[in-house]
């Protein structure tokens, strides 16, 4: 079992920062790709981006690419999400998942992943 939570969310005006933070706990970091989803009210869950369990391998959803980083600890069993350039379109509740296959459909909309946070909750502001 892999536990997963997030932290980081909150309010910021458009063109601001934030990090959020994913700290993990069970089973070894390592073995798992790491990545985030966020979904929006009245949306449906969306893809942000993930990396492979050494970090060496990232992929990203075309409407963050450049503006977001996602970057792993795994001493700290830690993943974080690095957000530039918010918009108000990036408004939603972040969670943070894991899954055993970084090359895997799972990704495209996280059905049967196996690792979910519950989620924090990002306001960008205009």
């Known amino acids: 079992q892999v536990q997963l939570v997030e932290s980081g969310g909150g309010l910021v005006q458009a063109g601001g920062s934030l990090r959020l933070s994913c700290a993990a706990s069970?089973?070894?970091?390592?073995?798992?790709?790491m990545g985030w989803f966020r979904q929006a009210p009245g949306k449906e869950r969306e893809f942000v981006g993930r990396?492979?369990?050494?970090?060496?391998?990232?992929a990203y959803a075309d409407s963050v690419k450049g503006r977001f980083t996602i970057s792993r600890d795994n001493a700290r069993s830690t993943v974080y999400l690095q957000m530039n350039s918010l918009k108000p379109e990036d408004t939603a509740v972040y969670y943070c998942a894991a899954d055993s296959r970084f090359w895997s459909q799972v990704w495209s909309r996280g059905e049967g992943m196996d690792y979910w946070g519950k989620g924090t909750l990002v306001t960008v502001s205009s």
């Open positions: 069970g089973r070894t970091l390592s073995s798992y790709a």
């Open positions: 990396t492979s369990g050494s970090g060496g391998t990232t």
